[in-house]
């Protein structure tokens, strides 16, 4: 065993610096003094770092007189040397920023935002210089450590740990994901695809893993904390485990992740710049529209010449693999292609194994598809197994990814038969050579002009801003668990999610980055987990994803969206007027355990999505204040007397000054849309 190897297993400079110190008499020792604070533009949220009697470096996080984060640990170490110890301040230099640039989609793609920016250098107990840069805006902020390339540090260091806490405050509400390690009934693990939990901070059991994001109310009243990372390159993806009730720490990945294929932490070239730790404050609302994850992240790549191209055009998919397991041979694909073209879905996704159900020749069968397609105005993506050696699933065409030369090949030779996008599963790791390989994976797609979903795999870190062409990442206990196969419900009571896990999504997930889903199941949801129709058809709007999957049988007429559809036309007609690219997001009304009211706007319209979490009836009075100036004429499908039962109404003149009574059953739901008028 190398030393390297020794160090990665006694974990030394990570998670062991952070547990070590709360069994040494706690996290924050009693002479932690403030050196550094930067504000917010509007003075409200502050970021504060501050030296205890040793050179140790903590940060604080405070919005106006509450506080957000206590003072907790920071740290990182390089070849299991502890660089952020010792220190003596030296220096700072602070700037102010103002930006705007634009996305592909999400809930925001035009953002703009001030912030206020800083970096503050030290020397550490070696004489070495490392630095810690801060960015504060009005709803949120984020650090990230700097060590530049020196005398007394190698030009190439593994990165061995993190020493970073977060140290909540004690009775703040807390929801977060479970980490989850691979088992056999759970083979595709981890994947970010367990529920969010509650928890409350000063209860939670030390050990275990958690996934990021981790949102937080400080008290009943708020205010709010979404904690998440962003800008992240070269590096391993951040999770957390908890070092004692209210301290949560950064931990490197485990080394089973993807079979125990690459190492758990990167080998750098000097200056190591790590991600960003992100956390949106504020109101429930102003955590959720946030923009800082792409805000800190890497601009648009000089690959796109300057400007999103035309070939990146987000959009609605029929997909039938929800259906039928094993995607359908040709002719059951020219259905999807009908069935798109006649509803105004502008894509079809052709899932796992369409190399062996469309044999003996495959590719002579997708070119076949993608030119029928394209007759009828409509785009094919392909699914692909990221393995590799990363996983053991099955499912083709695989061993096609992992090598980049293979990789351009093939993508140069799909994109010349006419295919707009990729959808690659399998991942189940958070180890840099895996999200380095994500990241290679975009710039190839994008030289073969391809859009990208990226499947069973980590978080969103704001790569959306640099590459446009990635339309989503799942990261989530999708739709499709409703069609699990026996006994997987049976043995682990998992039928899929339920409402309230919907609401969850909506206010913890989602925020962070695009989601892919798979919503408006109906039929499925209802007899899975009692959810209604209406709370079904509300998830298209109430989730954004650059790539929504509607999953429908195209070929029996007596299943699926094509009777719901000759019965309930307002609902097709919902469904193939919704946008997956917005101008804004409000959260009108909502609790992480009850109910979510979310409000997204594009242009002169307003889409208003509402999900109810509880196991009872719900009743509320919506104010329309959001809505601005002039008359709007509203169209709205509401729960009826049972979940299979919508309610359709149409009314015009309606103002901001109106209020708009819905009532809900229980797991039920609403989706309004409301539209300026002349």
């Known amino acids: 065993m190398n030393r390297r190897q020794l160090l990665m297993l006694l974990g030394l400079g990570g998670l062991a610096s952070c547990t070590r110190a709360v069994e040494e008499g706690g996290l924050v020792p009693a002479d932690v003094r403030e050196v550094a604070v930067v504000a917010s533009p509007d003075g409200d949220l502050s970021l504060r770092l501050g030296l205890d009697g040793g050179g140790g470096l903590f940060w604080r996080l405070s919005l106006g007189v509450a506080t957000l984060l206590d003072w907790s640990g920071m740290g990182l170490s390089l070849e299991g040397d502890e660089q952020y110890a010792g220190l003596t301040q030296q220096e700072g230099e602070r700037s102010d920023l103002s930006d705007s640039y634009r996305l592909s989609h999400g809930k925001n793609v035009a953002p703009a935002f001030r912030a206020s920016r800083a970096l503050f250098w030290w020397r550490n107990a070696k004489g070495l210089r490392v630095g810690v840069e801060l960015h ?81 109310r400080v008290t009943d009243a708020g205010p709010y904390l979404l904690l998440s990372e962003a800008g992240l390159v070269d590096f391993h993806g951040l999770q957390l485990q908890a070092a004692d009730g209210r301290t949560l720490c950064a931990r490197l990945p485990p080394v089973e992740e993807a079979l125990g294929e690459g190492a758990s932490a990167p080998t750098l070239s000097l200056p190591v710049r790590t991600p960003w730790r992100v956390a949106m404050a504020g109101t429930l609302s102003q955590v959720a529209a946030s923009t800082l994850v792409t805000d800190v992240s890497p601009p648009l790549n000089p690959l796109f010449g300057g400007e999103i191209p035309a070939w990146v055009q987000p959009g609605v998919a029929a997909w039938d ?258 946008p997956t690219a917005w101008d804004g997001l409000r959260i009108l009304s909502g609790d992480p355990d009850s109910h979510a009211v979310l409000a997204r706007r594009q242009g002169a319209e307003w889409w208003v999505a509402g999900l109810n979490g509880r196991d009872t009836v719900w009743q509320t009075d919506l104010a329309l204040d959001f809505l601005g100036e002039g008359g709007w004429t509203l169209s709205a499908v509401t729960d009826g007397v049972e979940a299979t039962e919508t309610r359709w109404q149409q009314r015009s003149g309606l103002t901001a000054r109106d209020r708009l009574p819905v009532d809900c059953l229980a797991s039920g739901g609403f989706l309004l849309r409301f539209v300026r008028e002349a």
């Open 321 to 578: 693999w929800l259906v039928h397991r094993a995607t359908g041979d040709l002719e059951a694909q020219k259905a999807h292609v009908d069935q798109a073209a006649a509803w105004g879905w502008p894509y079809v996704v052709v899932d796992g194994k369409w190399d062996q159900v469309m044999a003996p020749a495959p590719e002579t069968a997708v070119r076949a598809l993608a030119d029928y397609a394209r007759s009828r105005k409509v785009g094919i993506w392909l699914w692909y197994n990221s393995g590799g050696a990363n996983n053991d699933r099955p499912g083709s065409p695989r061993d096609r990814i992992t090598d980049a030369v293979t990789r351009q090949a093939e993508f140069a030779k799909i994109a010349g038969w006419g295919v707009r996008g990729v959808k690659v599963d399998f991942w189940h790791s958070d180890k840099p050579l895996h999200l380095t390989r994500m990241r290679d994976l975009l710039v190839d797609a994008a030289r073969a002009g391809l859009m990208v979903n990226l499947h069973g795999c980590t978080i969103p870190r704001g790569w959306e801003r640099e590459f446009p062409n990635l339309m989503s990442m799942e990261a989530v206990r999708g739709g499709e668990t409703y069609m699990f196969p026996f006994p997987y419900a049976l043995l682990t009571g998992d039928k899929g999610p339920g409402a309230l896990d919907h609401v969850r999504m909506a206010l913890v997930r989602n925020p962070i980055g695009p989601m892919d889903y798979t919503p408006v199941c109906f039929e499925l949801a209802r007899k899975a987990s009692g959810i209604s129709y209406a709370h079904s058809l509300a998830l298209a709007a109430a989730f954004a994803s650059g790539i929504q999957h509607y999953a429908d049988d195209a070929i029996d007429p007596t299943k699926g969206y094509q009777p719901l559809f000759r019965d309930r036309p307002y609902i097709q007609a919902m469904m193939g007027a919704m």
């Open 136 to 216: 504060v805006q009005d709803d949120g902020a984020g650090w990230r450590y700097v060590i530049p390339a020196q005398a007394g540090l190698a030009p190439m260091a593994m990165v061995t740990g993190e020493a970073t806490g977060f140290r909540l405050p004690a009775g703040a509400a807390l929801w977060m994901q479970p980490y989850a390690a691979r088992a056999r009934l759970n083979p595709a693990a981890p994947s970010y695809e367990t529920y969010h939990q509650r928890l409350d901070a000063g209860r939670l059991e030390r050990g275990g893993g958690w996934f990021l994001p981790l949102l937080a």
